[in-house]
Each structure stands twice: as structure tokens, then as C-alpha cells.
């Protein structure tokens, strides 16, 4: 297959792309950045500039949008709007791409995030029933805010008709693969210097699903041709951050973790320029709809996805 992936330079892209050109396929991944040589080809775009790039995307058989600025940083009024046009604008043009294409490729699969179910303890959020959040209350300015840029996302997205063209809503959970950088390296790093106990009072759930369950899962809707709509890509068993962290220290052979309390995290966010929401919001989402289907997770349950994560951690980095 010819799988065109824009905004895959970062690390969801980055799992993607080694996986399909390990499996044979042409990749090309588009950034607005060149990157280091890679194995497959990486080409500079300007969503702005349909005409320089559309091509690409012509006799393509799958598209993976997952362009957009990166929402770990704090939520200043310029950040606040370069992160929602940064979204609307790349999925309008590569809609409009598809549709100037002679040959548009037979799916697009656009990338969208858990965050937008509502904060809950409560019942879990699937497809069919999930609480789109928002409204929670005394839920603090920055929770809503990614909530509109979900919204913002999705519906632009809904928004562009390409007939010809199956179109799939990724609402994608906390991705955990040992590459350097990713949520996991950055929460093994914490447990590592004895930092990795539990954030605020640990009720809030992590949704999260491990790599090999999220390519296992864009392979199952690439090939499903009965799906669109609306797919939530997370492991079937969130769990809550005291339990979560927990699970990472047994599998990195360690008791100690010191707790964070709310206001130390308040702290820490404003010095590492991020926000408080990406540990303290209760994401509680499972894959209705993956499960309906059959699809079957490798690593449904976080101890054992934490142990095979650590190990491939060590022997990437020498640690073994």
C-alpha cells in the first residue's frame, strides 16, 4: 500500500510510519520540518500550499492525518490559537487534496484525542454513550479548552465530503511506546530518579493503549471497509494514576515513588511550560466499537504492558 501520513514526524507518526515500512509499504511522511535521514521518505508541507504537495497524496490508498500543534505547552492566548487553526487547517487541506485527486485514496483516517469525553470517576466513555466534556462542573478553563479543540478538529473533519473516500475519526488515548521522548520514557524517567508515585489524590483514570495494540488497530480499520464514524483507540481497561503508577514501578523493579501533590504539580507545570490537565483530568475511555468488531488487544491489561514496555526500554538504551 501507498500511505501518505502529514504531521507524522513526531512520535505517533514516527510508531506508524517504521511499522509500515518494516511490512513492505510506501510511506511517505509529510512535515513542516525535514528530519534526520530516515528510512522512509519525509517531505516538507505547507498546508497552506495545497498546490505544492497535493500530489502526494493522488494513488495514495491511505491517509493518517495526525497534523497539528502540539498541545503540551501552556495555554496562552497565541498557543490557544495556533493549536485550533493548526488542526482546522491541515484537515481542510488535505480534504481538499483528496478531492483534488484523481485517484483519492479509499480511506482517511484522522487523528482526534480521548480527551474530548468528560472528566469522570463514573461510568466509562465508549462511542455510543460517552459524555462529551465540557460542561463539568468547576471544570478549570484549560480542561475546556481541549475540549474545543477536539470538537474544532472533529468537526472540520465531518465537515469536508469526498465520496469516494471512507473517513475514520481517531479518538486516540495516551500512546505507550520506549521511544525517547513519548509519555512513556518521560513517566519511566520520573520512576527511575524515584519521582514516579502518584499525581494528586490518583482517583483520575489513565486511558492509555500500548504501540503494538494501536498499529494492530489502524491495520484493523484500514481493512475494515464497514467502518467510519467515530473509533476510540484505547487499551479496554483505563485504570486510575495510583494504580498506574504503581503498576510502572513493580514492572522497573522499584518501591519508591514520591506522591506530587496538586499544588506541587501547579508549580512544576508553569516551570516546564505545560499544563496540569495531561495528569490531573480523569480520562476514562474504552474501544466500544473495536470490541464490538472483534478486534482482539495484545496488551488489554497495564502490568503486563508496563513489563514488556521496560524491556524494551533496557535493551534500547543498554540498560539490560
Given at each position: 500500500?501507498?500511505?501518505?501520513?502529514?504531521?507524522?514526524?513526531?512520535?505517533?507518526?514516527?510508531?506508524?510510519?517504521?511499522?509500515?515500512?518494516?511490512?513492505?509499504?510506501?510511506?511517505?511522511?509529510?512535515?513542516?520540518?525535514?528530519?534526520?535521514?530516515?528510512?522512509?521518505?519525509?517531505?516538507?508541507?505547507?498546508?497552506?500550499?495545497?498546490?505544492g504537495?497535493?500530489?502526494?497524496?493522488?494513488?495514495?490508498?491511505?491517509?493518517?492525518?495526525?497534523?497539528?500543534?502540539s498541545?503540551?505547552?501552556?495555554?496562552?492566548?497565541?498557543?490557544?490559537?495556533?493549536?485550533?487553526?493548526?488542526?482546522?487547517?491541515?484537515?481542510r487541506?488535505?480534504?481538499?487534496?483528496?478531492?483534488n485527486?484523481?485517484?483519492?485514496?479509499?480511506?482517511?483516517?484522522?487523528?482526534?484525542?480521548?480527551?474530548?469525553?468528560?472528566?469522570?470517576?463514573?461510568?466509562?466513555?465508549d462511542?455510543?454513550?460517552?459524555?462529551?466534556?465540557?460542561?463539568?462542573?468547576?471544570?478549570?478553563?484549560?480542561?475546556?479548552?481541549s475540549?474545543?479543540?477536539?470538537?474544532?478538529?472533529?468537526?472540520?473533519?465531518?465537515?469536508?465530503?469526498?465520496?469516494?473516500?471512507?473517513?475514520?475519526?481517531?479518538?486516540s488515548?495516551?500512546?505507550?511506546?520506549?521511544?525517547?521522548?513519548?509519555?512513556?520514557?518521560?513517566?519511566?524517567?520520573?520512576?527511575?530518579?524515584?519521582?514516579?508515585?502518584?499525581?494528586?489524590?490518583?482517583?483520575?483514570?489513565?486511558?492509555?493503549?500500548h504501540?503494538?495494540?494501536?498499529?494492530?488497530?489502524?491495520?484493523?480499520?484500514?481493512?475494515r471497509?464497514?467502518?467510519?464514524?467515530?473509533?476510540?483507540l484505547?487499551?479496554?481497561?483505563?485504570?486510575?494514576?495510583?494504580?498506574?503508577m504503581?503498576?510502572?514501578?513493580?514492572?522497573?523493579?522499584?518501591?519508591?515513588?514520591?506522591?506530587?501533590?496538586?499544588?506541587?504539580?501547579?508549580i512544576?507545570?508553569?516551570?516546564?511550560?505545560?499544563?496540569?490537565?495531561?495528569?490531573?483530568?480523569s480520562?476514562?475511555?474504552?474501544?466500544?466499537?473495536?470490541?464490538?468488531?472483534?478486534?482482539?488487544f495484545?496488551?488489554?491489561?497495564?502490568?503486563?504492558?508496563?513489563?514488556?514496555?521496560?524491556?524494551?526500554?533496557?535493551?534500547?538504551?543498554?540498560?539490560?
Amino acid at each position: 500500500m501507498k500511505i501518505v501520513i502529514p504531521g507524522g514526524t513526531g512520535q505517533v507518526g514516527t510508531v506508524l510510519a517504521r511499522t509500515f515500512h518494516k511490512d513492505g509499504h510506501e510511506v511517505i511522511v509529510l512535515g513542516r520540518q525535514l528530519t534526520r535521514p530516515l528510512p522512509w521518505r519525509v517531505e516538507q508541507w505547507n498546508p497552506a500550499n495545497v498546490s505544492g504537495w497535493f500530489d502526494k497524496l493522488d494513488k495514495a490508498d491511505i491517509v493518517i492525518n495526525l497534523a497539528g500543534r502540539s498541545v503540551n505547552c501552556r495555554y496562552t492566548p497565541q498557543n490557544r490559537q495556533e493549536i485550533i487553526e493548526s488542526r482546522v487547517e491541515s484537515v481542510r487541506a488535505v480534504g481538499q487534496a483528496i478531492r483534488n485527486a484523481s485517484h483519492p485514496p479509499r480511506v482517511w483516517l484522522q487523528a482526534s484525542t480521548a480527551t474530548i469525553y468528560a472528566h469522570t470517576y463514573g461510568a466509562p466513555n465508549d462511542e455510543a454513550t460517552g459524555v462529551i466534556g465540557g460542561s463539568e462542573p468547576d471544570a478549570p478553563d484549560a480542561w475546556r479548552f481541549s475540549i474545543e479543540v477536539a470538537m474544532a478538529w472533529e468537526t472540520a473533519f465531518n465537515e469536508i465530503e469526498v465520496p469516494t473516500t471512507r473517513k475514520v475519526t481517531l479518538r486516540s488515548a495516551v500512546i505507550m511506546s520506549p521511544d525517547r521522548g513519548g509519555i512513556f520514557d518521560t513517566l519511566l524517567g520520573l520512576v527511575r530518579r524515584g519521582l514516579g508515585g502518584t499525581s494528586g489524590d490518583g482517583r483520575q483514570y489513565v486511558s492509555w493503549i500500548h504501540e503494538a495494540d494501536f498499529v494492530q488497530a489502524i491495520y484493523f480499520l484500514i481493512e475494515r471497509i464497514d467502518i467510519d464514524g467515530v473509533v476510540n483507540l484505547a487499551s479496554p481497561n483505563p485504570v486510575p494514576n495510583r494504580m498506574f503508577m504503581a503498576a510502572l514501578r513493580r514492572a522497573w523493579g522499584t518501591k519508591i515513588g514520591l506522591p506530587s501533590a496538586k499544588w506541587l504539580l501547579e508549580i512544576g507545570a508553569v516551570f516546564l511550560r505545560t499544563e496540569t490537565e495531561l495528569v490531573l483530568k480523569s480520562r476514562r475511555v474504552i474501544p466500544g466499537r473495536l470490541l464490538r468488531e472483534g478486534f482482539c488487544f495484545t496488551f488489554p491489561c497495564w502490568p503486563d504492558a508496563a513489563r514488556e514496555l521496560c524491556e524494551r526500554w533496557k535493551v534500547a538504551y543498554r540498560l539490560a
